[in-house]
């Protein structure tokens, strides 16, 4: 198993930033790739960035040139810097961890960026 500790998470005015972190702990040999999802009310839950064991990164669209995904191996940990926040950004932040086979989930992070 696979415990995910999600943080940063907050209210920040439109053209902010926050840094979300996800710290992984227990069974994290082997994990593959590590992520960020998000999920606006009445939606459903959408990619936002990915990053793969060899450092390659992966980008909606939508966050292209705000957001950075980054991974601090020795700490297990995933990072997403936003910066240039928008009001449409507003939803709850998943981190997740793939290993093997499996996915593993963060309890979720609300992000809520005020016009």
């Known amino acids: 198993q696979v415990q995910l500790v999600e943080s940063g998470g907050g209210l920040v005015q439109a053209g902010g930033s926050l840094r979300l972190s996800c710290a992984a702990s227990?069974?994290?040999?082997?994990?593959?790739?590590m992520g960020w999802y998000r999920q606006a009310p009445g939606k459903q839950r959408e990619l936002v960035a990915t990053?793969?064991?060899?450092?390659?990164?992966n980008y909606a669209d939508s966050v292209k040139g705000r957001f950075t995904i980054s991974r601090d191996n020795a700490k297990n940990t995933v990072y997403l810097q936003m910066n240039s926040l928008k009001p449409e950004d507003t939803a709850v932040y998943y981190c997740?961890?793939?290993?093997?086979?499996?996915?593993?989930w963060g309890q979720g992070t609300q992000v809520t960026v005020s016009s």
């Open positions: 997740k961890v793939v290993r093997g086979w499996d996915d593993y």
């Open positions: 990053i793969i064991s060899g450092g390659s990164t």
């Open positions: 227990g069974s994290i040999f082997a994990i593959k790739a």
